[in-house]
């Protein structure tokens, strides 16, 4: 599979970042290697771009004029726009790692970096999106319903609106029904990091879910003290 191409139309990149030469960097080799490539100096523009261009995958820098990196990752998240975004950054802390992964990014790459590197995390976040190896198509537990290929999620029969992260992180519990799945597991799961015993990100996004799914009843994620966290439809001890 040419991950270039997705549908048999070139991939759009969204390169953002104020630092010529790496603007340069990653177009010159992106579209050499068939990408489709847009290019913003800040974070006012690649909210503009990225609004009005939508494309495939987004590389964010995160120290930029204007506002940086994380309020462009929240404004769009709390404008419903859910392309991958993967964060360019000298940062590489532990704690901003956490910080942008909680604003709804979907990776992060530390510079220095090779463009073997970059196109290594676009591909793999094209086949999160896009589920190349994806078999099951509508997970069902309970009144709870995953349509992967409408990538809807609805219960009760009403939709629920989940951001790209939330909706990974529930279908990994959909497809693991009634397994008692630790931090851990979701953490290298749905955003394939290990971030040495780094869990809150995982605990911040099961509060988003359970705002969402179990407002209705009976609750159905349930935390199992001391190993994590199940999708079941019945209460058990």
Not at 30 to 39: D, I, P, T, Y
Not at 70 to 99: H, N, W, Y
Not at 120 to 127: G, K, P
Request: with cysteine; net charge negative; hydrophobic share 40%.
């Amino acid at each position: 599979m040419n991950l270039a191409r997705v549908a048999d139309a070139p991939v759009r990149v969204l390169v953002v970042d104020d630092e010529d030469y790496i603007t340069d960097l990653l177009t010159t080799g992106l579209r050499f290697l068939g990408f489709e490539v847009s290019v913003a100096r800040d974070g006012m523009g690649a909210v503009a771009k990225a609004t009005d261009e939508r494309p495939d995958v987004m590389l964010l820098d995160v120290t930029m004029p204007a506002f940086d990196g994380f309020e462009v990752c929240r404004r769009l998240r709390s404008d419903g726009v859910q392309l991958p975004i993967i964060f360019l950054t000298a940062r590489d802390s532990s704690e901003d790692k956490v910080d942008g992964l909680r604003l709804g990014a979907d990776d992060y790459v530390t510079k220095p970096f090779g463009l073997q590197e970059v196109v290594a995390r676009i591909e793999a976040v094209l086949r999160r999106g896009h589920g190349t190896t994806r078999a099951v198509t509508r997970l069902t537990l309970a009144d709870l319903v995953l349509d992967d290929e409408a990538h809807e999620v609805s219960r009760a029969g009403e939709r629920i609106e989940l951001s790209a992260t939330e909706y990974r992180v529930l279908r990994y519990l959909m497809l693991n029904p009634g397994r008692v799945l630790s931090k851990t597991q979701i953490l290298e799961h749905v955003w394939q990091y290990d971030f040495d015993g780094e869990s809150t990100v995982v605990e911040t996004y099961i509060s988003y879910l359970r705002k969402k799914v179990d407002r209705f009843e009976p609750a159905l994620i349930q935390t199992v003290r001391g190993f994590g966290y199940v999708l079941r439809a019945e209460n058990s001890t």
